[in-house]
């Protein structure tokens, strides 16, 4: 396997990032339904990325477990369609959830916020994660 000298840098690169966050003492106090500008990271695959020099993606808090974890579901302008996509409009821009990427994340991500979902939607986005179980 050739590995580019690129792909090298992008991982040192938020490797560093992620050192910063996980040395953080700052604690975000954050809801059910927020969303959040949250240090995502350079993954594996075919796992959300975050963008730009502090590898950040917004994120919904679908779940808040206590001050320092939540499972959080990634959010794109790319609109997509089918079972694991979920797409709501917010201050007259359409956005989607990639419900398949939902997963664990800690408060030391966190940046800033950015809005709240509407009550209605944060019910149609729970409903269809339980139907995938």
Request: glycine letters at 6%; proline letters at 2%; hydrophobic letters at 40%.
């Amino acid at each position: 396997m050739v590995m580019s000298d690129s792909v090298v840098k992008t991982f040192v690169a938020w490797i560093k990032v992620k050192i910063k966050a996980h040395l953080s003492e700052r604690t975000q106090f954050f809801r059910e339904g927020e969303i959040w500008w949250v240090h995502l990271g350079y993954n594996v695959g075919c796992e959300s990325n975050g963008k730009n020099n502090n590898f950040e993606r917004p994120i919904l808090v679908i779940k808040k477990f206590n001050r320092d974890s939540f499972w959080g579901i990634p959010m794109s302008t790319q609109i997509k369609a089918g079972a694991y996509y979920y797409t709501f409009s917010l201050q007259e821009r359409r956005y989607c959830l990639n419900l398949s990427q939902l997963r664990l994340l800690s408060s030391r991500r966190m940046l800033r916020n950015i809005d709240v979902l509407t009550s209605a939607d944060m019910i149609s986005v729970r409903q269809r994660i339980r139907g995938f179980f």
